[in-house]
Each structure stands twice: as C-alpha cells, then as structure tokens.
C-alpha cells in the first residue's frame, strides 16, 4: 500500500502538467538558480489504472518538485484511494508529505491515517516508509484500531500493508469488543 504510494507520487511528478488547470503558474522565487522549485500544481487528481482497471486515485491541494534539492512536497492534503476489483480497498491521508526522489523513502505528517475495508486503522501524526526494506514506522505516539482491540503507544514498525506491525512502548490496550 504504502509503496504504491510512493509509485503514485512519482508518476505524479510526471503528470503533474497534464493533471493542472489553469492556475498552474510560474514560482515567484524562481531565479533559475538551480535550488528552486521546478514544478507545482494545485488541486491535482491523477488517476492511475493498469490494463484500464483503477489502480489508485491521488488528490492533493498542492504539489511542489524540487529537482536541484532532490525531493517532492505534497501539501494542503494529501489523499491515496486504493483499488482491487474495482472497490476501494484502502485509503492514506496525511496533510503533507515529502518524498526522497534518490531514496524514494516518503514522510508524511500531521493528521496521519491509513484505514482499510477490514476495518483497521492507524492513527499518528508522522509516518515513514522507507523504501530498501518496505516497511513502514514511526517513532511518535500511534493508535492501532481493529474489529478486536485498540492498541496505543510510542514508536511503530510494520510490514508496508500492516499486517504484521509492533508498537515499541505500548501505553494501552483495549477490547474493541
């Protein structure tokens, strides 16, 4: 899940011309120095299918490359829908993030949520994936919630579909029934 994000968000960069519309304009911090932003779009929706089925939809409020420095931003919500069989399986939100185009590790904070139709959930305010061993963590307080329990603590690490997760500090954990 979280790898086909990182997929999304690069192909994004992409598609970033053909995903705008007409508000798409020139940074005014533009100098042509080499550090500055090469590309930015608002209000983006990029599609991504696979033998015309839908893969995932991507929305953000705002999109900025930054070719010289090596990273992309997404900010003003960041919104991933993930699609089987045509049914929306799984969806991340977070209302920024930053993607390492060498490393292609992604971070996404602030009001971070990953939720599934099997009913799972998880709740941080700063979430990482890192790419060479596809897994995600984090190092900040989470909350886990399942049909059977709810589980709280500081500090993650999970497989990239949450399957096989372990909090480091577990500070409660609750009957969800």
């Known amino acids: 899940m979280i790898k086909l994000f990182l997929t999304l968000c690069l192909f994004t960069i992409s598609l970033l011309l053909c995903s705008c519309d007409d508000k798409f304009?020139?940074?005014?911090?533009?100098?042509?120095?080499?550090?500055?932003?090469?590309?930015?779009?608002?209000?983006?929706?990029?599609?991504?299918s696979d033998s015309g089925n839908t893969r995932a939809i991507l929305t953000a409020g705002h999109i900025s490359v930054y070719t010289s420095k090596g990273y992309t931003l997404i900010d003003s919500g960041a919104k991933v829908e993930f699609y089987r069989d045509g049914k929306i399986v799984s969806v991340l939100t977070g209302r920024h993030g930053k993607i390492d185009d060498k490393t292609k590790n992604i971070e996404i904070s602030d009001s971070v949520e990953v939720f599934n139709n099997e009913g799972s959930r998880l709740k941080t305010e700063k979430l990482f994936w890192k790419n060479s061993e596809q897994k995600v963590y984090s190092d900040d307080f989470v909350r886990i919630s399942t049909p059977d329990e709810i589980i709280e603590g500081t500090g993650f690490e999970s497989d990239q579909n949450l399957k096989n997760y372990r909090i480091f500090k577990v500070s409660g954990i609750f009957n969800g029934k």
């Open 25 to 48: 304009k020139p940074s005014a911090n533009d100098s042509g120095s080499g550090d500055s932003l090469s590309q930015e779009s608002w209000n983006s929706r990029v599609v991504f």
